[in-house]
């Protein structure tokens, strides 16, 4: 069956860096795209943006470029989201979510998402 | 890119059916049929109840539909359960080739 597994919780000081990573499972992953979504603590879900798995090209929301950095490593199907100069507001879940169908217009499949915490 | 608007929170008995309204413009739900719409309960990961404006996946009840007129969609409950109440969340592509998501509305099943 389709999995997303994301790495564990984070606690990072204010101006770190860090990487989550996403591992696929269950179907080729390179025949899906992925997307990457943020939820900020009691707040709704917002659209950072996607890659496509098979060229590696990412699109980036508008508010998620510079900082935020979507790469794959299709050789361990895993997708990660490298987020540098963190800041406070940078607190939420994050979440992958792979495509239905073939486009990455609706999100079938979530991981467990994963908690970055910024804090000094 | 705005945010598409949904009512904060919508409310049902169980048993009665409830539509929860999501309003962009021409350049996103008005513009293609790739409306999609996720529940999520509390502490919870999202769930796909609805793609492509009216396609249900897999395994969802077919108490659950969507629709859409003009620049709004809508997602129809009929035959509330209270495992209904969740938080729904919308989302459309849109002409910059980018998805956005409503603001999203609490169900409560009363």
């Known amino acids: 069956q389709v999995q997303l597994v994301q790495s564990g919780s984070e606690l990072k000081k204010p101006g770190a860096s860090v990487k989550v990573s996403c591992k696929a499972s269950?179907?080729?992953?390179?025949?899906?795209?992925l997307n990457w979504v943020r939820q900020a603590p009691g707040q709704g879900l917002e659209w950072m943006g996607w890659?496509?798995?098979?060229?590696?090209?990412?699109t980036y929301a508008q508010g998620f470029t510079g900082r935020f950095v979507f790469s794959l490593d299709t050789s361990v199907s895993t997708a990660y989201l490298q987020i540098s100069s963190l800041k406070a507001e940078d607190t939420a879940v994050y979440f992958c979510?792979?495509?239905?169908?073939?486009?990455?217009?609706?999100?079938?499949?979530w991981g467990q998402g994963t908690l970055v915490t910024v804090s000094s | 890119q705005s945010a598409l608007t949904q009512p904060a929170s919508v409310s049902g008995s169980p048993g009665q059916s409830i539509t929860i309204s999501c309003t962009g413009s021409?350049?996103?739900?008005?513009?293609?049929?790739?409306v999609s719409w996720y529940q999520q309960h509390p502490g919870n990961v999202p769930k796909l109840m609805i793609y492509?404006?009216?396609n249900r996946p897999s395994g969802v009840p077919d108490r659950f539909s969507g629709s859409k007129s003009g620049n709004t969609a809508s997602l129809t409950i009929s035959g509330l359960q209270t495992e209904d109440e969740a938080d729904y969340y919308c989302?459309?592509?849109?002409?910059?080739?980018?998805?956005?998501f409503g603001g999203g509305t609490k169900l409560t099943v009363l």
């Open positions: 979510a792979r495509g239905q169908t073939t486009n990455y217009y609706a999100s079938g499949y």
């Open positions: 269950g179907y080729t992953f390179t025949n899906y795209a």
């Open positions: 890659i496509h798995t098979k060229t590696g090209n990412p």
């Open positions: 021409s350049s996103d739900v008005g513009g293609y049929n790739y």
């Open positions: 492509d404006v009216s």
């Open positions: 989302s459309s592509y849109t002409s910059s080739d980018t998805l956005v």
